[in-house]
């Protein structure tokens, strides 16, 4: 396999710690996945997560906010590919929570 230098963007291989064309260090592919396609997992999981746990907005609003900054950043590497799906999932759960804890604190202002 092989990866593309960063600045002079010649082909090398996996296996390089340094473009052999201008010498600039390569990045270091982790566990067989390509630089883009590193830290994709983790933005996914906290949307769904933030879909799943908006019922406790203790959990769903942390949870939908780091998912939907992880996503910005994976949209600005990843040229809008890789985030728009984590990213919209973490706004629904976000949107989802606050309405949540919006009705809960009205129903528990109304009760007392």
């Known amino acids: ?9 010649a082909i090398c291989n996996e296996t390089d710690a340094a473009c052999k064309s201008c010498g600039c260090p390569l990045p270091k592919i982790v566990g067989g996945a390509s630089p883009s396609e ?8 906290l949307g769904i997560l933030s879909l799943v746990l908006w019922i406790i907005p203790l959990f769903g609003v942390p949870l ?3 998912g939907f900054v992880m996503s910005q950043r994976l949209c600005l590497r990843t040229n809008e590919r890789l985030g728009k799906g984590p990213r919209a ?3 629904i759960g976000f949107a989802l929570s606050l309405l949540n804890a919006v009705i809960a604190f009205s129903y ?5």
């Open 1 to 9: 396999m092989s990866i593309q230098c960063g600045e002079c963007k």
């Open 38 to 45: 590193q830290g994709t997992v983790a933005p996914l999981v």
């Open 64 to 66: 939908s906010i780091t």
């Open 89 to 91: 999932m973490s706004v």
């Open 108 to 112: 528990f202002i109304d009760r007392h």
